[in-house]
């Protein structure tokens, strides 16, 4: 992974300094609340229902096994024992005090983490694949261009103050596991006819109360020319952007109010500007500097192993489950990618314990070269496993409460915080993914209505991207009473669609129900178990569902 | 009010006049579409209506990199110390300032070291890291 030279350190370091500076400021009044809101914004440092949160980057979802153990500490010393893995790969923290924070981001300094950009009108921490660098078919590792971004939009001078966030993600593969399509700005690395590396870029895409799927501006753009290309479209939208209302103010307005050919002429327009400053003036990364950011993302040391049939004859239930849920394939024979799922029935989707985050940096260091991943989904990866100590790895982590054997399936769930933590939210959206577990609890059930991505977001900014939601479920207030809105349909992957809306919102107390007349639909109309719940209801539409939904409800 | 000016490379407090020569450049105008009358004009002045209405940080760019403005580029109005070095990049040379409180906009101007990008001033990290030739 990247290693900070003294110009990151000096940086980030030059960032602590700062910010201590600032919460003194604050600390002693010299800046009100309303002054040092948007400095500790820049900070990762919201104000929530009950306390502060600090949102600290995972820079695409790459962490060390001794980064981990940092978060840890930080979870033990700072917090309440825990951290909480959010659906842009980062971790939350939700009980810091205001006077610990800047010790906080010197702790994560010197591990080389920082929480810069993790919220605020900037271009946030950018997003990646969590199988980067261990599944096959990508044209490189994903990751040298997303940390060219990272330091690219690290304190970019011109865009630290957009009408509105700005998120980017990028994949190297078909498969889009990155959710590119729903992105501000989706980078997809591909080769050209003649076999040379560049990217796709799609601009415009995003959830929240208007969603969109993005627009491809370009097809195929050198590899070479990507940071002019991002900061012309950053510059069209930083001029363009609507700033009169909040809800207008993303690049996805923009694109649909300019119309995406009108808006792909002007950003190709501002590009030929750009150009034109020639070689001395120009913004694009050097090849040198390229070669030394891939540098730090060559393959790990891996062993020539033949596969094995380790999925044959597991004599455990569970194990057998297991393995079939979160082990994926890996690129090279004999290793595995293991997802670790942070959704054990009862507990809040994506928390972590500080224990549990010991316990997984210890196995990365054991069996993954010590490397970890957080993913959208809010779990986390060991992407380089040995197939032959998978049954060690399964052991260990049960031991520790890491052994759910439940990735993509309904207990699987992805929630924002909703009304436990966060000020904005109409309703709770931990306690309905919980009931819904507790639901489907039985591991037997659960596999065999197999894969089926239930998101559910507590009011209308969709932070837990119930849009894209095969069940999608929305919080909402309807004269001071909860109600929630179901979608169906939608899907983050390489066919990304925006969940449709079946019918009346449901009350409190039906949302569970429903889900399960869904689930018992498509049981009934499926054409056999190979049939994913997102493939019937491509097929079939939405009334049967719509129908079951509402006719005895 | 003072005027927190870069002259010969440092920063400098003088007194804030509005000479001739000034031009005030509204924050919603459009420098992408068309430049702005720059004949006979020694001092463009920006504007931050609100401290997020981050379009000028882009006029300043503009100015010097696309329009060639090599005058005084000030920034007036509600932008804050910790913006500043992020305006001086893109270009901004003075900053309009509270009496007093200069130390403050001095050390946030100050604050950081290094850059990772090219903008208007200050070498990119890329260029250091390979010896200064891009
Ligand atoms: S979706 Fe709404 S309720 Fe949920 S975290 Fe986001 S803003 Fe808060």
Same mark, same amino acid.
């Given at each position: ?121 900037? &271009? ?19 990751? &040298? ?267 699987? &769930? ?45 009011? &209308? ?93 | ?134």
């Amino acid at each position: 992974m990247y290693q900070y030279d003294d110009i990151d350190k000096a940086i980030v370091q030059a960032r602590v300094d700062e910010f201590r500076g600032q919460v003194a400021r604050r600390l002693t009044g010299e800046l009100t609340e309303d002054q040092f809101k948007p400095l500790r914004l820049q900070n990762g440092l919201y104000l929530q229902l009950h306390a502060y949160m600090l949102r600290v980057a995972i820079p695409y979802g790459t962490l060390s096994a001794d980064q981990l153990r940092v978060l840890a500490s930080i979870a033990r010393d700072y917090d309440k024992g825990y951290g909480h893995v959010s659906t842009r790969q980062n971790m939350q923290f939700n009980w810091p005090a205001l006077v610990n924070v800047p010790d906080i981001l010197q702790r994560l300094c010197d591990a080389e983490m920082h929480a810069i950009q993790t919220s605020g009108n900037c &271009i946030r921490n950018v997003t990646s694949d969590p199988f980067a660098g261990a599944a096959a078919g990508e044209v490189e590792d994903p990751r &040298i261009w997303c940390e060219v971004i990272r330091q690219w939009s690290t304190f970019h001078p011109e865009f630290a103050f957009l009408p509105r966030k700005f998120k980017i993600a990028v994949t190297a593969s078909d498969e889009d596991r990155a959710a590119i399509q729903v992105h501000d700005i989706g980078i997809q690395l591909r080769t050209n006819d003649a076999g040379e590396p560049g990217f796709r870029i799609l601009v415009g895409g995003g959830l929240g109360r208007t969603p969109y799927i993005g627009h491809v501006v370009r097809d195929f753009l050198p590899r070479d020319q990507l940071l002019s290309y991002l900061e012309a479209i950053l510059r069209v939208y930083n001029v363009h952007g609507r700033r009169d209302n909040l809800f207008k103010a993303r690049i996805k307005i923009l694109v649909n109010e300019m119309g995406e050919e009108a808006f792909t002429h002007a950003v190709e327009q501002e590009w030929e500007e750009i150009r034109k400053l020639g070689p001395s003036g120009s913004v694009d990364l050097p090849e040198a500097e390229r070669a030394r950011i891939a540098g730090f993302f060559r393959e790990p040391d891996f062993a020539a192993l033949d596969d094995t049939d380790f999925r044959a004859d597991p004599d455990d239930a569970g194990y057998a489950r297991w393995l079939s849920r979160n082990v994926s394939a890996h690129k090279r024979p004999g290793y595995a990618i293991v997802t670790v799922s942070l959704k054990p029935e009862g507990e809040a989707p994506g928390d972590i314990t500080a224990d549990q985050m010991d316990a997984l940096a210890d196995l990365a260091d054991r069996y993954s070269f010590s490397d970890v991943r957080t993913t959208h989904e809010q779990n986390m990866v060991l992407p380089h496993v040995r197939q032959a100590d998978l049954p060690a790895l399964y052991a260990a982590l049960s031991e520790t409460g890491l052994g759910s054997a439940n990735a993509g399936l309904v207990s699987d &769930i992805i929630a924002c915080p909703g009304l436990d933590y966060c000020n904005l939210a109409n309703t709770r959206s931990i306690p309905v993914a919980n009931r819904i577990q507790k639901r489907f609890s039985d591991p037997v059930r659960q596999a065999e209505v197999g894969e089926l991505k239930i998101k559910i977001s507590g009011c &209308i900014n969709a932070c837990g991207h119930h849009h894209v939601g095969h069940i999608g479920i929305l919080g909402v207030d309807k004269k001071g009473e909860e109600f929630y809105q179901v979608t169906l349909g939608g899907r983050a992957d390489a066919e990304a669609a925006i969940g449709e809306i079946v019918g009346r919102g449901l009350a409190t107390d039906q949302v569970v129900d429903a889900v399960e007349k869904l689930v018992d639909t498509y049981l009934s109309l499926r054409t056999g178990p190979e049939e994913r719940f997102i493939d019937a209801y491509k097929r079939l539409g939405a009334e049967p569902f719509k129908e079951a939904l509402y006719e005895t409800a | 009010m003072k005027l927190l000016e870069l002259k010969d490379r440092e920063w400098t407090l003088s007194d804030l006049d509005d000479g001739p020569g000034l031009l005030r450049v509204d924050n919603g105008q459009d420098l992408l579409e068309s430049p702005p009358d720059l004949t006979g004009i020694s001092v463009v002045r920006l504007d931050w209506p609100q401290f997020k209405l981050g379009q000028a940080f882009t006029q300043a760019r503009l100015l010097r990199q696309r329009y060639g403005f090599e005058g005084q580029i000030r920034a007036g109005g509600a932008i804050f110390r910790d913006q500043a070095w992020h305006a001086a990049r893109c270009g901004v040379t003075a900053f309009e300032i509270e009496d007093g409180a200069e130390d403050g906009w001095l050390e946030s101007l100050h604050a950081y070291p290094y850059h990772y990008q090219r903008a208007v001033t200050g070498e990119a990290a890329w260029a250091l890291r390979h010896g200064g030739s891009a």
